[in-house]
């Protein structure tokens, strides 16, 4: 078996062709483990059509992820999979569309689709949408809206995003009883009316150094509630920056790296 390990931003994944005799669950525990490679997800590159498997490094199944769709993208042009800089990728959160503009280095384009603020869409049980709703962690009253971006997330605003991290509200919140399928938790500190901080605690994985549909949500969020000037944002993240753009349909715009391959003997 060869794998291949990419990052976006640093939000780092083994991928590998896709085969159904693989139980994907399971090697994604095996390869993101801390004591294997410490990736923060597994993708497995299924083709006819083209479609991403993506998997978290717990072996939980989720729907979408922005950072990995860009590797994902950089992996298919690489192994010249794709001949078009276009292209459509299936995913379980709906057909993604992505626009190469740069193999060397990477950077892509991806229509990441529409936020949704529905009850629904982010697994809880209520009749209003979560905008603005204060919830109560250990004594500490948390503001925080939540929208399903490709998966759920939930937002809130904060005076110092990196501070979180030495922190446990993002776990906390992460596994609040009231969020049925869990929710990744977004830290996000306003800079100025075009660029945000944001640091994401990652359902399925913990702190992470990116989420590219966590900048997503950040990115909607912060417009709809007026810390936004216009219809762009820069992304501050750890070891790089998203552009994220867009009204009603959003885009992000963002490199991929390709860092390694191997031969592995797996029993799967």
């Known amino acids: 078996m060869q794998i291949y390990k990419y990052n976006g931003c640093g939000n780092d994944f083994i991928l590998l062709d896709y085969d159904e005799t693989i139980d994907y669950s399971r090697l994604a525990e095996q390869l993101c483990a801390p004591t294997a490679y410490d990736t923060d997800g597994l993708i497995a590159v299924k083709i006819t059509p083209l479609e991403m498997i993506y998997y978290n490094k717990d072996g939980s199944r989720a729907p979408m992820c922005g950072n990995g769709i860009r590797c994902f993208a950089n992996y298919v042009s690489d192994q010249r999979l794709v001949e078009d800089t276009q292209f459509a990728v299936k995913t379980l959160a709906g057909m993604i569309h992505v626009t190469i503009h740069s193999r060397d280095p990477f950077y892509c384009t991806v229509d990441m689709g529409e936020p949704d603020y529905r009850p629904e869409k ?138 390694w391959h191997k031969n592995l003997e797996v029993e799967a």
């Open 122 to 259: 982010v697994a809880v049980e209520q009749a209003d949408p979560i905008i603005k709703q204060t919830l109560t962690v250990d004594n500490r009253e948390v503001v925080l809206t939540s929208v399903f971006m490709g998966t759920i997330h939930t937002v809130v605003f904060v005076d110092d995003a990196i501070a979180e991290l030495s922190k446990d509200m993002g776990e906390k919140l992460c596994h609040h009883p009231m969020f049925k399928e869990k929710t990744n938790v977004n830290f996000v500190q306003f800079v100025n009316e075009e660029e945000l901080i944001v640091r994401t605690y990652e359902r399925g994985v913990g702190w992470t150094l990116a989420c590219g549909t966590g900048c997503c949500a950040a990115y909607v969020v912060a417009r709809d509630q007026g810390y936004l000037s216009g219809s762009q944002a820069t992304i501050h993240l750890e070891q790089g920056d998203l552009q994220i753009s867009g009204d009603e349909t959003i885009t992000m715009a963002g490199p991929a790296t390709y860092e």
